[in-house]
């Protein structure tokens, strides 16, 4: 949870998939840029933020296709 949100309460806000949230939530999934930008906007955070939304993003994208 965040913001008090439930993962169906993000999906419904976002206009997302419930599937899509959960599969970013464990890493599975990363946002694209539309994704991301209704996942700020539902969660109330600033637009000004969106790019470091996506830096974090990227960074787990990497961090996943690394090798172990």
Sequence with gaps: RYRNLSIS???RTAKLAKSYIS???AGK???GYK??????????????????FMSYAHMARETAAAPS
Excluded at 35 to 52: D, F, K, Q, W
Aim: hydrophobic share 60%.
């Design 35 to 52: 994704s991301a930008r209704r996942l700020v906007a539902a969660l109330g955070i600033p637009g000004s933020e969106i790019m470091l």
């Design 9 to 11: 309460a993000l999906a």
């Design 23 to 25: 599969m970013m939530e």
């Design 29 to 31: 999934r990363f946002p």
